[in-house]
């Protein structure tokens, strides 16, 4: 109290400063109801509508998941989707842990241009970037003309599994770098140096403290761009042929095409309750043991 | 291992220089340290004790020169391979290891195994006072006790050499005393060689066996904390460490003697000058006395000037004297002298033997933080 009021001059006293806190406490709920409510209709909602109708049509029951799991098509796709998300994660993890290191040890001007870098495809309609990875990717595109003229053959890319990874790998991309960089920048360096001083080579510096250190940037992008690449529907469907296909085309093709809803809903149930599986396993591996309980 | 009395290893600088395209952070720099020596170097920030303490570590290579450690060069020898301690300023304690953990770092890399390697982990935690904080995590550690776990995982491998860069930098007046103390323990109790860093002058005096004072790339002076405080041989060296009075004046010889014109007077002086030379004189705060104007005696140098400040020390009281040039001097009383108030007139009294004469330095202008 006395502190509050010695401060007055200076800054918001601590007791109306308390006040203040009270108040937005109690019209909390009317602060997030917006958010809430948007929640609900836009999402909430269809999905509560389409896990309805994957149970009730065309008559209520477990037909839709029978015929799913009965397909060994769909478990195929179902594989296939997992799979090529994995090798999206690695190619992006591969891919951006350099990069965000790299961002952290420029200087400001030059961090600006790679953080730009990473910016700027977001300005860009995934389906305009997919369809630019149609021209380089083609039999007769730059990326095969380059291969060509090094005199290693022609490589299949496009409608291939390659090529629908590295077309999802480049959207995907800035999801990976951005949460590592946002764990890189806080890494000291001067521990690299204390890890020198102690007689770690560099590589056991970086293995053993710098790499343990950035892992909860690793698996929070890792995640994002998994699940994210779960859900792909443009890129793999233009980049990727019948043997590439994944699950959101199938989903696609019942919803539009066949306009069956029900099986099209059993399958995004499906793909939901994977990601939620997932989802509670990695929950474990972004706890930081020692950052919690610590100084307060 | 070898026997603590011989554990230190000597370090030779020798013509050291390191250059940053046209910056000259060090400028031919030599510097011998004896075995088991505490040495300190001190300067303000930018002069070059951190390039000569990271050129030591291996984390900077030089540009010319060369240096052995322990009687051997390492130029060219990584960090890694130098086998050489170093506490940090900000500690780089590794936040995902706990105390036990970093401590038993070195070790671990090392190939030293469970037993022994638990052992010396503990030795060493004992030896900082830390034993009983093994199973935290640094992030539950205060700043101070962080700087003492540091200091462990530094000394656990029983380098030759210790550096240490600032390492009371960031910690409050009270717990920096005391950690001075114990760093001196340690050092004792060790018989390795310490090489610290540090701007603070006061730290330098209480931790050193010598200190080696840095401006601007070079080295004014190498010394015990009495000759650099006695005997001074540079401007900057004196107004660096401790507090000091500075009068400048144009000399005149007259026979024997001479005398430099101060704030109008003539005041003698213990060493002969040439004629017209202007040297500056410099005056420890104890050195310096008071008397009421007039009452000077006539064998010591008396200069007129007025009580611009006051301040009551406890211990005595401390004075600022505005001498009638402007220049002010600073005199450190005892409890039982006279005392005077703000605007009285008095003699400023000093023994010519006391006062150092030195060469005007241009370059020494900086201001004392």
């Known amino acids: ?296 | 291992m070898a026997s603590p009395s011989t554990r230190g290893a000597a370090i030779d600088l020798k013509s050291v220089s390191k250059h940053y395209g046209s910056f000259v952070a060090l400028d031919k720099v030599s510097l011998h340290i004896e075995p088991g020596e505490f040495m300190t170097l001190l300067g303000p920030s930018g002069s070059g004790k951190t390039t000569t303490l990271n050129v030591i570590a291996g984390f900077t290579e030089v540009s010319s020169g060369s240096l052995d450690v322990g009687g051997k060069s390492v130029i060219g020898v990584p960090a890694h391979k130098r086998n050489i301690g170093v506490v940090f300023q900000h500690y780089a304690l590794f936040p995902h290891m706990t105390v036990s953990r970093n401590v038993a770092y070195p070790l671990t890399l090392r190939g030293i195994a469970n037993p022994d390697r638990e052992a010396r982990v503990r030795k060493a935690l004992d030896m900082v006072k830390m034993a009983d904080f093994g199973h935290r995590f640094p992030s539950e550690l205060s700043g101070g006790q962080q700087q003492r776990v540091a200091l462990a995982r530094a000394i656990v491998f029983d380098p030759p050499l210790l550096l240490m860069d600032e390492p009371l930098g960031a910690l409050d007046k009270k717990l920096r005393e005391w950690l001075q103390l114990e760093i001196k323990r340690i050092h004792r109790e060790l018989g390795t060689t310490f090489v610290y860093v540090t701007h603070d002058q006061e730290e330098a005096l209480v931790l050193s066996d010598r200190i080696a004072v840095f401006n601007q790339g070079r080295i004014e002076q190498i010394g015990t904390g009495r000759q650099l405080y006695d005997e001074p041989e540079t401007l900057f060296v004196g107004k660096f460490v401790g507090d000091s009075t500075i009068l400048r004046g144009a000399a005149s010889a007259s026979g024997d003697e001479t005398a430099i014109d101060i704030a109008g007077r003539k005041v003698a002086t213990a060493k002969r000058l040439t004629d017209g030379a202007i040297p500056v004189m410099l005056l420890r705060p104890e050195k310096l006395s008071l008397a009421r104007r007039g009452k000077g005696g006539q064998d010591r140098n008396t200069l007129p000037g007025r009580i611009g400040e006051a301040i009551y020390l406890g211990s005595g009281s401390k004075y600022e004297v505005v001498l009638a040039d402007a220049s002010k001097a600073i005199v450190r009383s005892t409890l039982d002298a006279e005392t005077f108030a703000i605007g009285d007139e008095v003699d400023l009294v000093f023994a010519a033997s006391d006062a150092k004469l030195l060469a005007d330095d241009e370059n020494a202008d900086f201001t004392l933080t």
């Not at chain 1, 006293?13 to 019209?27: E, I, K, L, N």
């Not at chain 1, 896990?51 to 209520?60: A, G, N």
Request: hydrophobic fraction near 55%; charge should be positive.
């Open chain 1, 1 to 296: 109290m006395t502190a509050g009021a010695t401060d007055s001059r200076t800054a918001v006293p601590a007791v109306v400063a308390d006040d203040r806190r009270r108040w937005f406490r109690g019209q909390a709920f009317w602060l997030v109801a917006p958010a809430l409510l948007l929640l609900v209709v836009c999402l909430g909602l269809p999905l509560a509508i389409v896990t309805l109708r994957s149970f009730s049509e065309p008559q209520w029951g477990l037909q839709n998941y029978a015929w799913f799991f009965g397909a060994p098509v769909n478990l195929t796709v179902l594989q296939r989707t997992f799979a090529i998300s994995a090798w999206v994660t690695l190619v992006c993890l591969i891919a951006g842990y350099p990069y965000a290191y790299l961002m952290t040890a420029v200087g400001p001007k030059m961090r600006l241009i790679l953080i730009l870098c990473v910016l700027v495809p977001f300005w860009v309609s995934g389906v305009v970037r997919t369809l630019a990875w149609v021209i380089l990717l083609q039999d007769s595109g730059v990326i095969n003309s380059v291969i060509r003229a090094a005199g290693l053959g022609p490589v299949k890319l496009i409608r291939t599994q390659t090529g629908v990874v590295i077309g999802m790998a480049q959207v995907l991309l800035p999801f990976m770098i951005l949460p590592l960089y946002s764990v890189m920048k806080t890494i000291d360096l001067r521990l690299m140096q204390a890890a020198r001083s102690l007689g770690a080579s560099p590589a056991r510096a970086f293995a053993q403290v710098y790499l343990p250190l950035s892992l909860p940037g690793v698996y929070a992008g890792a995640i994002i761009v998994f699940i994210l690449a779960l859900g792909f529907y443009i890129t793999p469907a233009l980049l990727g042929g019948p043997r590439s296909t994944m699950l959101s085309t199938l989903i696609q093709n019942q919803v539009l095409s066949l306009l069956n809803w029900g099986r099209g809903g059993a399958m995004g149930v499906v793909l939901l309750i994977a990601t939620f599986v997932l989802l509670a396993l990695a929950a474990p591996l972004t706890r930081q043991p020692h950052k919690t309980g610590s100084r307060r």
